[in-house]
């Protein structure tokens, strides 16, 4: 009896320890679950629905393990991947202590924001924490350094500030770390050197300086290193190569100097290779070896010099070979040929001599030629032409001789062909004219061609620049021209050219006296041309029509004897008053015909009068002048304060004298500058409907300036901005992009105007100190640095495109937003001063979510609502807009991006119109904008 009751006692001991551990199992099994359900309720609404399973009101749901995104093992949650559900809310509301065993935590892509809680160390377990493409802020918390588990790190594309702690050096068994694409700040710690195990660093697209630490050199495991678009200097790593299995190096983009390490001589694993973009020096053919598996190098912007190896043609998978803007010299070694996958070769800006190899038209995949600004001599070879897939060719600025290669009209894909600035002669090919696919550029400027233009070259519909100046042709501009529809920039001057111009609406907007003059005779309706003849005119007795010329000629010439000596005395009178009034230094004025038009402006505006004054700006006050040639000008009296010193005045004329030659159909054309002791002024064209902020402000002229009309506006400035930033050599800074300064014309067309002002004119001179630009506009980093850039304009213009769709200034409605993306601007109009201080605007209404607001209640209500097709437009414009106000400079798109976004018809919006929230349209980033994400997104590494 005694071993049987000591056999139950034993089996209802063991029943009684699996109930109380199925009774703990479970009650922890419940506790992950209501801890997921609690943080489930703190979410936003739209979020409430993508966790739909997340229930235990059905039978079958009465665990979490079935429930989307959560994965269990033994009765306990190990891991919760909910990578792209659209979740917004934050991870206050997580009780990290309910899940000891977790081990790999994804929220990804999404919307979430707030801090990174530092209770997030309580999960012991977790090997796995990727929280990138959020909209997290705040600090990386140093709690991080608790979780000694981890392996993958991912806190990419948010918004964090701060530098990087000390405690991250405690991960020793990482082996991914990517904090790119935030804000951080400060130098990357030395504790870095402890992660020896780290194969992946991503760490662009932030603010980090100060030089790498010497631990640096410890991290001998790296396969991919992402360093690019930061501010790190000192020297590059000597040991980074050293574990022979790096692929990826990306340092582009911040201050390194001194030379290559030795290392990356011998690391034949490369992949990718960018060092363009610092100080670095050395000798070029002996710092690079052979890379048998390299495909992408850029050494582009730094100080190498020396010859091109000829071991970059034994880097068999090379594709893009980049190595402008250096000091290399030499010849270009035929044998780079035989890196037969090359599509992209860049060489230059440097000080390359001989010719161009023909071994280079093998390359059958070669999509890019740049071989701009060296000293290349000889014929452009004609085996060029045999390229499938060449669509940009630049062999700008050389010494280049011989002629066009008939050839290259077989290049079927040709989008930009550059050849300005060499010793090419004879005719212009009329097979240039099959290039049908030319849309960016076609320049033949600045060589010695001869004989007529082909009428063929009118079959060139899409193309945007044409430049065919300084050369020596002869004969009349082709009416086949006028279907030339796409041009904005044209260019026939200095040559011998007379006859008509062709007669379009793209001529007339790009043409002016400038790009027509120092020509034979060429005749039209055009400012500063004669009206042509007129061909219809019968012929009368021939012996009249020899003596009547005669006796005509005879008389006109007589009376132009007397009335240049009239005016040579007038003018010596003039010159003479000028002169005594500011000791020798006389007016000067540049306007469309040349002429001197000072006493023409005063006597139109009598004395700059009150009532010919149409604004007044923070720089001068604008006057309506009607000249005596009937020809309107809008002319900017510049306050006393602005004028350029008498020491600066040589300067100031000189960069007036290049803004005057800037052409394009969207930039208000600026005639010239008169400067004197007691009055100076800018002249400009006149634009009949004023600012788009007058516009904007009175009901019946908002109204009047409908949804296409405002697209159309958007997309005017947007590509007048692009061609300041990106074609205009030194590129140009607006500074002051405000609706008051973009005017349109009187079919609601735009021009950005005081494009020249702002860099001109003292900045010291008024209330703003250093900061120039218009309240309610200046990007919010000119709150702690003053340095201009061209992203500055990228902020202003999305403020603009903000004002025209909602028909008001933004400001209050970004005050309001809970956007960590999002930055008001350094003032908003209706302040009354400027903060030194502060560089935010007190929100004055509550703040909301952006999820909470839709589309449709933001846009202008004066206008009804647009059509399907129109609203799509709308929703792209907003969204990119958006994308322009980033608070990250480095996170805003280029102008460039931006203006190719504008005119692309692709659609952004699946949803109805209706439904689209500010918050869809936020966050996005430059990165959409090139159709790449965040993480492999080649804009910024």
Same mark, same amino acid.
């Given at each position: ?12 001991? &063991? ?158 068994? &990482? ?145 893009? &070979? ?263 230094? &006389? ?86 500058f008169c400067s004197h002791a007691q009055q100076s002024f800018l002249v400009y064209e006149y634009l009949e409907r004023g600012s788009l902020g007058k516009i904007l402000g009175e009901v019946e002229q908002a109204k009047e300036l409908d949804w296409i009309r405002r697209i159309n506006v958007a997309k005017g400035v947007g590509n007048a901005l692009c061609y300041m930033h ?216």
């Amino acid at each position: 009896m005694l071993p049987k009751t000591l056999l139950l006692l034993q089996s209802l001991l &063991l029943l009684s320890t699996l109930l109380s551990s199925f009774h703990v199992s479970y009650a922890a099994f419940n506790g992950e679950a209501q801890a997921l359900l609690n943080w489930k309720a703190s979410l936003q609404n739209q979020s409430q629905s993508m966790l739909s399973s997340w229930s235990l009101s059905s039978n079958k749901n009465t665990t979490p393990c079935s429930w989307h995104g959560v994965v269990c093992n033994q009765g306990s949650v190990t891991r919760i991947n909910l990578t792209s559900v659209n979740l917004e809310g934050t991870l206050d509301h997580f009780n990290f202590s309910s899940f000891p065993n977790l081990s790999s935590f994804d929220l990804q892509k999404n919307s979430l924001f707030g801090t990174i809680p530092p209770q997030i160390s309580n999960l012991s377990k977790l090997s796995i924490l990727i929280l990138g493409s959020n909209q997290f802020t705040g600090f990386i918390p140093k709690e991080l350094g608790n979780l000694t588990n981890l392996s993958v790190l991912i806190l990419s594309s948010n918004h964090i500030l701060g530098s990087i702690p000390e405690e991250i050096g405690k991960l020793g068994s &990482l082996r991914e770390l990517r904090l790119n694409l935030n804000n951080l700040t400060g130098p990357i710690p030395a504790s870095i050197g402890n992660l020896n195990q780290l194969k992946v660093l991503s760490l662009y697209g932030n603010q980090l300086s100060g030089e790498l630490p010497q631990e640096f050199n410890r991290l001998t495991n790296l396969t991919l290193v992402f360093l690019s678009n930061n501010s790190i200097s000192g020297f590059l790593p000597e040991q980074v190569c050293q574990g022979g299995i790096l692929e990826d190096f990306c340092a582009s983009n911040n201050r390194f100097v001194g030379t290559v390490p030795k290392g990356f001589k011998n690391c034949t694993t490369l992949t990718r290779l960018r060092l363009d973009r610092n100080n670095l020096v050395g000798n070029i053919s002996e710092d690079f070896g052979v890379y048998p598996k390299l495909d992408y190098v850029d050494l582009s912007y730094n100080h190498f010099h020396g010859e091109l190896s000829p071991n970059w043609g034994k880097c068999q998978l090379l594709t893009s &070979l980049k190595i402008s803007d250096n000091q290399v010299t030499g010849v270009i070694p035929p044998e780079i040929a035989g890196s037969t996958l090359l599509h992209f070769i860049d060489l230059s800006s440097n000080k390359l001599v001989g010719g161009i190899p023909k071994e280079l038209a093998t390359l059958k995949s070669l999509f890019n030629l740049t071989l701009s600004n060296n000293n290349l001599s000889g014929k452009i070879p004609e085996e060029l032409g045999n390229l499938p897939d060449l669509s940009y060719l630049d062999l700008a600025a050389n010494n280049l001789s011989g002629i066009v290669p008939l050839n290259l009209g077989q290049c079927s894909k040709m989008l930009c062909l550059n050849l300005s600035s060499n010793q090419l002669h004879g005719g212009i090919p009329e097979e240039i004219g099959e290039l049908e696919s030319l849309q960016v550029m076609l320049d033949l400027s600045r060589n010695s061609l001869s004989g007529e233009i082909p009428w063929q070259l009118g079959h060139l519909v899409k193309l945007e620049i044409l430049d065919l100046s300084r050369n020596q042709l002869t004969g009349s501009i082709p009416s086949s021209f006028e279907q030339m529809e796409s041009l904005r920039i044209v260019d026939f001057s200095h040559n011998e050219l007379e006859g008509p111009v062709p007669e379009n609406k793209a001529f007339r907007e790009t043409i002016n006296a400038d790009s027509l003059g120092h020509n034979r005779g060429l005749c039209g309706n055009y400012s500063g041309l004669l009206n042509c003849p007129d061909r219809n005119r019968g012929h009368g007795n021939g012996v009249l029509l020899i003596i009547i010329p005669l006796v005509g000629a005879s008389l006109i010439l007589s009376i132009l004897v007397g009335i240049l000596y009239g005016l040579q005395k007038e003018r010596r009178k003039t010159s003479d008053e000028l002169r005594d009034s500011h000791h020798g230094n &006389l007016f000067a004025i540049w306007s469309y015909d040349g002429k001197m038009v000072y006493e023409d402006i005063k006597e139109a505006t009598e004395g700059f009068d009150a009532k010919h004054c149409i604004g007044v700006g923070g720089h001068g006050s604008v006057y309506r002048a009607e000249l005596s040639t009937g020809q309107v000008v809008a002319v900017k009296k510049l306050h006393p304060s602005q004028y350029p010193k008498l020491e600066d005045r040589k300067t100031f004329e000189t960069e007036i004298r290049a803004l005057t030659k800037i052409r394009h159909r969207n930039i208000v054309k600026l005639h010239g500058f008169c400067s004197h002791a007691q009055q100076s002024f800018l002249v400009y064209e006149y634009l009949e409907r004023g600012s788009l902020g007058k516009i904007l402000g009175e009901v019946e002229q908002a109204k009047e300036l409908d949804w296409i009309r405002r697209i159309n506006v958007a997309k005017g400035v947007g590509n007048a901005l692009c061609y300041m930033h990106h074609d205009c050599i030194p590129p140009i800074i607006h500074r002051d992009i405000s609706s008051n300064n973009i005017l349109l014309d009187t079919k609601f067309e735009a021009r950005v105007s005081d494009f020249g002002t702002a860099r001109l004119v003292k900045l010291d001179s008024s209330n703003w100190t250093a900061v120039a630009g218009t309240c309610g506009y200046i990007a919010p980093e000119l709150a702690y640095t003053m340095k201009v850039t061209e992203k500055c304009d990228v902020y202003s213009f999305g403020m603009v495109i903000l004002e025209i769709m909602m028909g008001r200034h933004p400001g209050d409605l970004i005050c309001s937003l809970s956007a960590p993306s999002l930055s008001p601007p350094l003032r908003s109009p209706s302040s009354s001063s400027l903060s030194s201080s502060s560089s935010f605007v007190e929100p004055s209404t509550p703040v909301v979510k952006p999820n909470a607001i839709s589309l449709k209640d933001v846009l202008d209500q004066r206008l009804a609502s647009p059509e399907p097709e129109v609203a799509e437009e709308i929703v792209r414009i907003v969204k990119l807009a958006f994308a322009c106000i980033n608070n990250n400079p480095q996170n805003r798109p280029t102008m460039q991006q931006v203006s190719q976004e504008l005119s692309s018809r692709k659609l952004s919006f699946s949803e109805s119109f209706d439904k689209v929230t500010l918050g869809q349209l936020m966050g996005s980033g430059s990165s959409d904008l090139n159709g790449s994400s965040h993480a492999s997104g080649p804009l910024y590494k």
